[in-house]
């Protein structure tokens, strides 16, 4: 290995090592730059919402008619596809083999994950027979011709992984998005104190926060927007809140739904109670975030070992290596 072959080598494993120290870097960035497009969006919605009864003021009577006819037909489509569809859905979710393959945890998984109804629950379902079974039909074809107890086996194998894949991908999800709303809480309270000390009401506040920064609240958005259908079709707001706290594994989130319930059934001040709320949160949200340093220091110190010590170790000792190497090469062939 010449002298080249080392720097090359080096210089890879270098740029091995700084790729390896920018993914945090780059992973903020994009954050930050998603919240701004977001924001940069809630604003043109706003002025686009005060300019659009201007401009369709003028050709609301020429297409009202049209509209009518047409709105009609696709109610009348979508109303009778989705009762069958239900329907269908309903008696197989209900049926021993689908109890079997969609439990009371698998539906507590898919409502944390963001899927909610029958509609989600039978498409799991489903998915989760039919890919395990096609692909244990394709390992036992390939494994058939050399032998038959290889095949039943490997088929075996590909079909029990199959069938768990599906919850492990949803308990991953899960976790994801309980991380996302611990980071997501704060905001939302922030937003909560905000609107609270103009003087909105709760389900104002709530309200606006769903329209304008809904799709900042990632996690929580969905989940107050599905809240606020819910207290329209009748619903208390103690009993949608709760809903929310009861699905995430969240001592936090449990708090504020609390709080806000108790507000909203006999009154009182709650800026102050939410601004100690908040700091309370970024002071926990300060010690996880020392907690992450300390284990990513421990990790970039195994990724440093491995990555630049071979870098120094060849830059310092490879020049020195090759001079001996080149000596003994001199010294045998003087020898001979």
Known sequence: MDSTTLI??????????????ALPLVGQWRQRHRAERTIDAALSRQAAAATAPARGAASAPANAAAAQVQSAGA????????????????????????KTVVTAEEERLLEQCGFYGDKARAVFGGLRLSLPAALAAAVFAGHLPASLMAALFWAFATFALGFLAPKWMLRRRAQSRLRRLEDELPVL??????????????????????????????????????????????RSREQTLQRIGRLFD??????????LSQVDRFGGAVQEPLRQFGLRLQEGRKSRMKEQVGKLTVKMTAVMVVTMLPVLLIITAGPGFLGVMRMLSHMSGGLK
């Not at 090359?8 to 120290?21: I, N, P, Q």
């Not at 709530?206 to 958005?221: N, P, Y």
Request: proline fraction near 2%; include cysteine.
């Open 8 to 21: 090359s080598l080096s210089l890879c494993v270098a740029a091995v090592g700084l790729a390896a120290l």
């Open 250 to 259: 969240s001592e936090d989130l449990r708090s504020l739904t609390t709080m």
């Open 75 to 98: 109610r009348i489509g979508a109303r009778l596809g989705g009762q069958l569809s239900k329907r269908f859905d309903q008696r197989w979710l209900a049926s021993p083999l689908g």
């Open 189 to 234: 309270v922030d937003m909560l104190r905000l609107l609270q000390g103009v003087g909105l009401s709760i389900d104002q506040s709530l309200q606006i926060i769903v329209a304008e920064f809904g799709s900042m609240l990632r996690v929580l958005g969905p989940e107050l927007t599905r809240a606020n259908q819910q207290f329209a079709s009748g």
